[in-house]
């Protein structure tokens, strides 16, 4: 794809950021504006971040932790369930295992360091909007070792839990891919499918298993043993 047709693709993504600081908010929607996304919405507070963003309506939403008026992990939490098809990543200073966590178990498909350069924020929002999970280096074996240390202690099965939905021989070969952490990208290579395939096939069993998002989804492969197989 040619840098003229990334640009097109990119403004129909629409693009919200929220950051208390106002010189480092503005920057990064200068960027990403310029990189060819729609910014609809900036925000620099917790309850102004929810209000605008239920108005605005992103497809992505770039989120601070730290914000006043609201932390920016509920602000994920609330946005996420008020919005499944919300996509966040967070840009955050901190590099914390417990402030990455807290932001993933929030909901958020991503996390990035401030340190990043310009162009990875760019390819790391390009790639949350089409459901990738972006961390930056280092922090996705953090996540993924959570999952695993929480799939050990699953929650208990009742006796009225309705029957596991039958997934297809594909759609259980790409839910191991996925578990495994390999990106769409990735995952087309290694079947020999198109990109378009892969989301088609995570978003199909995201409806069969009534799963939200790909962070779900990657847990709940990993409870079931999926990402060893």
């Known amino acids: 794809m040619s840098r003229e047709q990334t640009v097109r693709a990119d403004a ?6 929220v ?18 996304f ?8 917790g309850p102004q971040a929810v209000r605008r963003a239920q108005a605005a309506a992103p497809d992505v939403l770039v989120l601070d932790l730290n914000l006043p008026g609201m932390p920016g992990a509920q602000v994920c939490k609330e946005l996420v369930a008020a ?47 089409v459901g990738d999970p972006v961390f930056t280096p280092g922090l996705a ?18 006796s009225d839990e309705p029957k596991a939905p039958q997934l297809t021989e594909r759609e259980t070969e ?9 990106s769409y990208k990735q995952i087309a290579e290694r079947l020999v499918i198109s990109h378009r395939t ?19 989804l990657v847990r709940y492969a990993i409870e079931r043993g999926l990402d060893d197989a």
């Open 38 to 45: 729609d910014v609809v919405a900036t925000a620099g507070d």
């Open 198 to 216: 892969v989301q088609n096939h995570v978003q199909n069993t995201l409806g069969k298993l009534q799963l939200h998002n790909r962070v779900e």
């Open 12 to 17: 129909t993504v629409k693009v919200m950021v």
């Open 141 to 158: 074996g953090l996540v993924l070792g959570e999952y695993r240390r929480l799939a050990k202690d699953p929650a208990p099965a009742t």
């Open 19 to 36: 950051d208390d600081h106002p010189m480092w908010r503005d920057a990064v929607a200068r960027d990403l504006a310029a990189a060819g």
């Open 174 to 182: 790409v839910l191991r891919l996925v578990a495994k952490g390999l």
């Open 83 to 129: 919005n499944p098809a919300l996509r966040v990543l967070v840009l955050s200073a901190s590099g914390e295992h417990a402030d990455v966590l807290e932001a993933v178990k929030s909901g958020a498909l991503g996390y990035l360091l401030k340190s990043a350069s310009t162009e990875e924020l760019t390819d790391a929002v390009r790639r949350t909007a």
